[in-house]
């Protein structure tokens, strides 16, 4: 007996991402924002609205990041949990697709 077997050739979708996050001993590692860009040229981005800023103790996240967060529209601002949801729409994993993710590093 024969058995046939169908092959699908996977389609891969890139994204590339970066973040700013605070790492604290005491807190944790705490997200303060995520940008995301896909190779069409989707873009994502977001802004935990939950993240504490009287709690940072990073003087580069205070001077660098925290003055630039006021220009983002309310809108971008969302909770954690929202952010995953977006993150996961925005991805749109399904069978027919291979998702890869790749970390943008800036060195200064």
Known sequence: ???LV??????????????????????????????MISEDGQELYLVNSEYNWSKC??????????????YIPDYLKVSKSEIAKRIY??????????VKLYRILFCL
């Open 1 to 3: 007996m024969i058995k």
């Open 57 to 70: 103790t990073n003087q580069w996240l205070i001077d660098n990041v925290k003055p630039y967060l006021k």
């Open 6 to 35: 169908r092959i699908i050739k996977k389609e891969t979708k890139r994204f590339f991402y970066d973040c700013e996050f605070d790492e604290n001993p005491i807190f944790g590692i705490n997200l303060i924002s995520i940008g």
């Open 89 to 98: 729409n925005f991805l749109n994993p399904n069978a027919q697709t291979d």
